[in-house]
Structures are given as structure tokens and as C-alpha cells.
């Protein structure tokens, strides 16, 4: 009997095994298949839309010569740069904003603390774009929307403006940082100027990173504000709204291959980015000083 | 932690912690003259620029609100009352239009104004304040600080001034002001058939409200289904991803699995594509004649002819936006969860052994509390993001399939969708500010009865 144990064991271990692999095989093909089916499409060569097959006939290079040929009423290009400039813009801005706000929250004690973290919580709890129609009047009294090249700068500042709001992370981040190290400064006579700058800034590169590249990838994804605010103005789309105008009826049958291809041109910098990041990803949300 | 708290505050007395109404009362004459003229006090005191500061701001308030201000609070109260009318012009020979009033114009203007009024009533308070300080200093026999002195404390004790300044504006401009603009829509006849400048718009007070929560209207027809769907959706959005990314990452995680990194590297690669990319892409995925119907009939699991309307049939809209929206959701789950995994002490699992439990009962009496404990507040974020999930549903199926029941909304429209729709698309501004605001409630209670309760609202220096 004794001797009998271990194999059956070891045979019941090796089915269980073999079965979760297989599991996972399936679940993650489930999970390729779509990202396949992208690539698959960006290198059709055959025309229109659905066809009724999915591995293509024949393969092409034309849906990216397409996408960035600079004729026709839909330029890739110039959205690219677009977006370019709007995400560097108020990455930068959004940055600032969030670290100053989340040292504040984290580090200083003042009478209107408490308060302000209240009215801020609340503020966060309306709907985004709810006040988009009123956002984009006060644009249009500032004379921000005159000029194609004025709504991306007003585009940037919409992204930014309110990005204080959102510094619950980065002050999470913040309160992990030992308060030692600040009292020690304090007694070498630092102010507190001082501290955020030369102490707590470098102490946080990570959170820095996080902050930096999720307010870089928004001007990409969103799709709600650049589409109020930059209207028919097809020349100073942003990607999101360009792609999305791609797969309207008026373009579909001409640029659904395309459409895939610019899919796969947007894609290519975020994963990259996304598995460069991973790391500090996992860390600036975990906190600096581990326990 | 008590302690620590003390020595923070290390300045003895702090003019900025006394407020308006102590200063106001306990003050001398000239403090309580320097609610009127500004700065006076601080000028009597030599300290000359803090002073005329504060003056010049004055000068500037009464030249503005003189100029501007008192015509624009007049027409927040009528919201105008000249109409644009349509003359004929004999000269010329064609119809011209007078310059009416535009109401959006008076609302904005007149929140403005509002708000200006508010900074300068702060302006005033800090003007009292600053006086009674300079008095008490004064009484002292202390120095007083001079100008330079003022510069120099934005950079210690008062920098959280110096850094909220910018995130500050920012939001009053781009948040505040729009968000009151808004809310005030919500009580006028803001809607198609009053679009200024060609009409003008009026409060009606409750109006939209009670329209909207009546019995039988065709708002209220809409609005309920809506409300309701919308939650079913958040549930089962947020429960599914919880519990299938969890139970993912514990199939990663366990001892026999090899090829950890690879699986893990399959599943994030869906996070790293855009979400309006797989999104965009899923939509063409279930259309009637795409590739998931296709693959459906070349594997002969249903016929030719028929196609299965993933995305135009109202209840199975509803299920493929649930299982797209797992498809997205799954690996951050799993991501996140991975390493609370790793958190719990092994330990537990040994006894466990010992005690003779198998897999599931570990994972219902451990596993599964362990992970709620430390994600309840992850989960309730979750769900109120997915309740405000607006990418999700307008990207995949617009809110679609279109219904002739409801007030401009589809079958599986959330309130955020239909909010949406009635403002860009069909300008019913009042309808859109009324479900921004019971969008707002719902949030706030559910974050109040939530936030309260979370260990890191009650003690958030438990680390420090």
C-alpha cells in the first residue's frame, strides 16, 4: 500500500498540472485571439470591410503606406503630432499639479486641510464631462477656440487644469516616506521649500514615472473632450477621435484596414512603455520604504 | 503619533489659525476699519506693500463690480430679457437681427461674478486678519515682519499656499465654475426649444425634477430602466472581474503552474493595447457580419444564413458588453491581486494541510476573506468607475440597440451614456445637469458610507 501512495499521487499531481495547462491555453487563446485578429487585418490586402473568412488572402504593407500617406480629408501623421504635443504638454502640467497637491495633503498640517481633501472627494464625484458644455463656452468666451492650433492648447489645459484632483495615489505614496527623514532636515535648518525639493522629490522617482506616463497615455485614449472640443476640425483631431472617424459610415468601407493599422501603430510605443513600466508601476503604488 | 503631531506645529501663536470673527471683534479700531479699507492697519503698522496689496485689490473689486459686475448680477436674476427679433431691413432689403440678450452668456457672467465676489470676501477676511496680527505683534513689543519676511515664510510655513496656488485655479476655473454653471442649468428650460442666441431661457425651479421622477412620463420611462440597467451592470462588471481575475491569478500562482512569466505576458499584453483600440476593434469583432460570426458559421455551429445579433439584440448586447468588459477587466485584476497573493502568510496554508483541508475549502475560509479585506476599497472604486464606465458601452455599442420607448437613449445606455447624448448630441441641457446631479448623489452616498469606514480615511498616519 505504502509503496502505492507516491505514484498515484504523483499521477493525480500530473493530471491536475495538465489540466490547468490546458486551461490556461484556452483562456489565453481566448485573450490573444483579438489582438490577432488586429494584426491579421492591418496586413490585409483585400479591401472593404467584413469579409467571410478572417486569415487574409494575401498580405500587405499598403494599410500603413495608406495610413501615413499625407493626401486625402484623414492625415495619420498630423494627428499623430497633434496628440504628441497635447499629451507632453499636460503630462508635464499634470505632474506638477498632482505632486504639489498630494505633498501638500501628505506633509504640511494647515487649517483648511481636511476641508479641502473633503471638497476634493466630492468634486471627484461628478461625472467628468458633465461639466464639458460649460467648459467649452468659457473656452469659447477666452477665444480658445478661434484657431485649430488654440483648441489643442485648450485641449491640454482641459486635460490638466483638474488633474490636482486626482492625487490620492501619488499622496498614499507620500505617507510612506518616513517622517524622520523631514525633521532631520528641518533641524539642519531646511524650510520646507527645501524638503519637497531636495528630499522628498528624488525619494519618489517612482511615483514620479507613474504620474508622468498615465497623464502622457490620457490625450491618447480620451475620446469624449477631444471630440467636443475640437469638433469637425478633422486636421487637429487626436488620434482616439481620427480612428474613431475612421469606422464611421462615411470612411468605413475605404479605411477599415487602415483603421487596423493605426490600431497597431498606437499600440506598438504603449506596450513598450507598458512593459518598461512595470516595474515602477508596482512600485510606486506599493510605496517607497518597504516594511 | 501624538507626539510627533505636536512638534509640527512649532510656531507658539499661528495669526492665520484665529479666525474672522475673533479678530473682527476682538480687534482694536483700526482692525475693525481694515474690513473696510483694506490694508489699513497693515500701513498704519509701516508695513507699507502688504498694505497698499490689499488696497489695490479693493480699488480693483469696486472698479469692476461698478463697471461690470452690478449689470451682470441683474441679468443672473432674469436670465435677460430682450428676445433677438427679426427685422426687416427696407434699405437693404433683407431681414436682420437685433442683439437680443443670451441667457448662457448671463448664467456664465453671473457665476463668475459670484465667484469673484467669494475671492474677494476671502481677500477681506485675510485683510482683518492680517491687521489683528500686526496689533498684537504691536502691543508685544515684538518686530514686525516686513515684506520680504512675508516672501520668505510661502517657502515654510505657509507653502502649502505657494503650492496649492496653481492646482487651485486650475480647478476653480476648469471644475468649480463649470460644475455651478451647470448645476443652476439644471433648474431652467435650458433644452431644444430654448437654445440661445436665438431664444431665451428662464428658471423654472423644480421643474425637471419632478418630470423626471413622475410616474408614466416619458422621462421617467426612460430614466428607471436606465437606472436600473446601469446597475445591474456596474455589479455584475465589477463582481465578474474580481472574481475571475482573482481566480486567475491563483491558477498562475500555484505550485504546479510552470511558465508563470509566459501566461502572465499573454494576459497583459491586453492591457497594454489602447482600451478605445480593443474596444473600437471588439465592436467590428461582434458586428452581424463580423469575424465572431464568421468563425461561428465556418465552424458550422450555426447555419449559413443566420447570424447571431451580438450586439443589436437588447439582452445579448447587455451579455457581450458584460464579457467584453471582462475580457478588459480580467487582467488588471489579476495583475494587482498577484501580489496580495503573494502577501498572504504561508503558514495559514500549512495548517491548513495539517487540519486535512483541500483546495476549496482553503480558498473559501483563506483565500477568499484575506482578498476581501484588502480589496473592499478597490472593489467600491471599481465601481464607481464602472457606474461612470462611459468608454465601455459608447465605443462597443453606442448605446444601442435604439429603442422608441425611451427619451433619446438605447437599450443598454448607462445614465453617463444618456447624459452624453442629451447634451452634445440633442442639446437638452436642463435633462442632462438633472442626471449629472442624481448621478452625483448616488456616488456620494455610496463613497460616504464607504470612505468612512476604510481604515486609511480614519487613520492615514498609521504609516507615517
Known amino acids: ?234 486636421e487637429y483631431y487626436t488620434v482616439a477621435i481620427g480612428l474613431w472617424t475612421m469606422l464611421q459610415k462615411e470612411f468605413i468601407q475605404y479605411y477599415y484596414t487602415t483603421f487596423f493599422a493605426g490600431c497597431i501603430i498606437i499600440s506598438i510605443p504603449s506596450v513598450i512603455l507598458f512593459i518598461f513600466i512595470q516595474k515602477f508601476y508596482v512600485e510606486g503604488v506599493s510605496g517607497a520604504v518597504k516594511g | ?84 427679433v427679426e427685422v426687416f431691413n427696407e434699405a437693404k432689403q433683407i431681414y436682420e437681427y437685433t442683439v437680443g440678450d443670451n441667457s448662457m452668456l448671463c448664467l456664465l457672467y453671473g457665476v463668475i461674478i459670484i465667484f469673484v465676489t467669494l475671492l474677494f470676501i476671502g481677500i477681506l477676511t485675510s485683510s482683518v486678519k492680517s491687521a489683528y496680527h500686526s496689533q498684537k505683534l504691536k502691543e508685544a513689543g515684538k518686530p514686525l515682519p516686513r515684506f520680504i519676511d512675508d516672501l520668505g515664510s510661502l517657502r515654510h510655513e505657509k507653502l502649502h499656499n505657494t503650492l496649492l496656488f496653481f492646482p487651485i485655479i486650475g480647478v476653480i476655473c476648469f471644475t468649480i465654475i463649470p460644475l455651478v454653471f451647470i448645476i443652476l442649468i439644471a433648474f431652467t428650460n435650458y433644452d431644444q426649444k430654448h437654445q440661445p442666441p436665438g431664444n431665451l431661457f428662464d428658471w423654472v425651479g423644480f421643474d425637471n425634477f419632478t418630470s423626471m421622477f413622475k410616474l408614466g412620463g416619458v422621462l421617467s420611462n426612460t430614466f428607471w430602466p436606465v437606472l436600473q440597467w446601469t446597475f445591474i451592470w456596474a455589479i455584475f462588471s465589477t463582481f465578474s472581474c474580481f472574481i475571475l481575475g482573482m481566480l486567475l491569478a491563483i491558477v498562475i500562482n500555484r505550485e504546479g503552474t510552470r511558465y508563470k512569466g509566459f501566461w502572465r505576458f499573454i494576459f497583459v499584453l491586453s492591457i497594454a493595447v489602447p482600451q478605445f483600440v480593443s474596444l473600437l476593434t471588439m465592436s467590428t469583432f461582434f458586428n452581424a457580419s463580423g469575424p465572431m460570426n464568421v468563425m461561428l458559421k465556418s465552424l458550422g455551429i450555426i447555419s449559413a444564413g443566420t447570424t447571431i445579433p451580438f450586439l443589436t439584440n437588447p439582452l445579448l448586447a447587455k451579455i457581450t458588453i458584460i464579457c467584453v468588459n471582462i475580457w478588459i477587466g480580467v487582467p488588471f485584476t489579476m495583475l494587482s491581486t498577484t501580489g496580495i497573493l503573494n502577501n498572504i502568510p504561508k503558514d495559514l496554508y500549512e495548517a491548513a494541510k495539517v487540519d486535512g483541508a483541500n483546495v476549496i475549502v482553503t480558498f473559501f475560509k483563506i483565500t477568499l476573506p484575506y482578498m476581501l479585506f484588502i480589496m473592499t476599497p478597490a472593489l467600491i472604486t471599481a465601481f464607481v468607475g464602472n457606474i461612470n464606465n462611459f468608454n465601455v458601452i459608447f465605443l462597443l455599442t453606442g448605446g444601442g440597440p435604439q429603442s422608441i420607448d425611451y427619451y433619446y437613449a438605447g437599450k443598454t445606455d448607462l445614465l453617463v451614456t444618456w447624459l452624453y447624448k442629451l447634451t452634445v448630441t440633442n442639446k437638452e441641457y436642463n435633462i442632462g445637469a438633472v442626471i449629472g446631479i442624481i448621478i452625483f448623489v448616488i456616488l456620494a452616498t455610496l463613497s460616504l458610507i464607504t470612505y468612512r469606514h476604510t481604515g486609511s480615511y480614519k487613520d492615514e498616519e498609521a504609516f507615517q
Not at chain 1, 473656452?139 to 490636482?164: D, I, N, T, W
Not at chain 1, 516616506?177 to 519618489?204: H, M, Q, R
Not at chain 2, 469692476?64 to 435677460?80: D, P, R, V, W, Y
Open chain 1, 1 to 234: 500500500m505504502k509503496n502505492n501512495m507516491k505514484p498515484s499521487g504523483r499521477t493525480k499531481k500530473f493530471i491536475s498540472n495538465s489540466l490547468v495547462h490546458i486551461g490556461l491555453a484556452i483562456v489565453g487563446f481566448i485573450w490573444i485571439l483579438p489582438i490577432v485578429f488586429i494584426i491579421l487585418t492591418s496586413f490585409r490586402q483585400e479591401e472593404g470591410t467584413y469579409k467571410s473568412y478572417i486569415i487574409p488572402k494575401v498580405l500587405t504593407l499598403a494599410n500603413y503606406k495608406n495610413l501615413f500617406a499625407t493626401d486625402g480629408s484623414l492625415v495619420f501623421t498630423k494627428w499623430f503630432f497633434n496628440t504628441l504635443c497635447v499629451a507632453a504638454v499636460s503630462c508635464i502640467l499634470s505632474a506638477f499639479f498632482v505632486l504639489c497637491v498630494a505633498y501638500v495633503f501628505s506633509r504640511l498640517r494647515f487649517r483648511m486641510r481636511k476641508k479641502l481633501m473633503n471638497i476634493a472627494l466630492i468634486l471627484g464625484m461628478f461625472p467628468g464631462f458633465m461639466s464639458m458644455i460649460a467648459v467649452y463656452y468659457i473656452l469659447k468666451g477666452l477665444g480658445f477656440l478661434e484657431a485649430g492650433q488654440l483648441k489643442l492648447v485648450a485641449l491640454a489645459l482641459v486635460y490638466s487644469a483638474g488633474s490636482g484632483l486626482g492625487f490620492y495615489i501619488a499622496k498614499g505614496f507620500f505617507d510612506t516616506i518616513p517622517k524622520t527623514i523631514d525633521e532631520a532636515a528641518y533641524i539642519d535648518g531646511a524650510t520646507k521649500w527645501d524638503v519637497f525639493t531636495k528630499i522628498t522629490i528624488p525619494l519618489s522617482k517612482p511615483i514620479i514615472v507613474n504620474t508622468l506616463l498615465t497623464s502622457f497615455m490620457a490625450p491618447w485614449v480620451d475620446y469624449i473632450f477631444a471630440k467636443v472640443i475640437l469638433g469637425q476640425d478633422r
Open chain 2, 1 to 84: 503619533m501624538a507626539g510627533k503631531k505636536q512638534t509640527t506645529s512649532i510656531k507658539p501663536v499661528d495669526p492665520y489659525g484665529i479666525d474672522f470673527g475673533t479678530a473682527f471683534i476682538s480687534g482694536n479700531v483700526i482692525t475693525k476699519l481694515s474690513a473696510v479699507i483694506l490694508g489699513l492697519g497693515n500701513i498704519l503698522c509701516k508695513q507699507l506693500i502688504r498694505g497698499l496689496i490689499y488696497l489695490a485689490l479693493e480699488c480693483a473689486y469696486i472698479i469692476f463690480m461698478l463697471s461690470f459686475g452690478i449689470g451682470a448680477i441683474k441679468n443672473l436674476i432674469t436670465l435677460g430679457t430682450k428676445t433677438q
